[in-house]
């Protein structure tokens, strides 16, 4: 999700991520920031993302971050895998009860 949300919006602060996915997801997410900030960095240290210092719309000093290539190539795996997942989850709760 952090991966789509960077690639979709473009560059984000860690609170601007957390609190687009709970806004996108109509607050049935709700996300604790420590754990967003730990999967930022975990995305970091794999290549995924990168960041920069910037201000904040509220003028204050944050580091942003941005998907890198390497993180695209992984969004599309990501999303094949869930596509996959998702598809398989769905027929299953569609089975009717045989007579």
């Known amino acids: 999700m952090i991966l789509k949300t960077l690639y979709a919006l473009g560059p984000q602060h860690g609170f601007g991520v957390a609190r687009r996915i709970e806004q996108i997801s109509e607050q049935v997410l709700k996300l604790n920031e420590g754990t967003v900030y730990t999967a930022l960095l975990r995305l970091q240290q794999h290549g995924w ?25 992984q969004l599309k795996v990501e999303t094949s895998t869930w596509e996959t997942i998702s598809g398989v989850i769905g027929r299953i709760l569609s089975l009717e009860q045989k007579p």
């Open 49 to 73: 993302i990168n960041s920069h210092w910037g201000v904040s719309e509220n003028n204050r000093r944050a580091k942003f971050y941005s998907i890198t290539k390497r993180g695209l190539k």
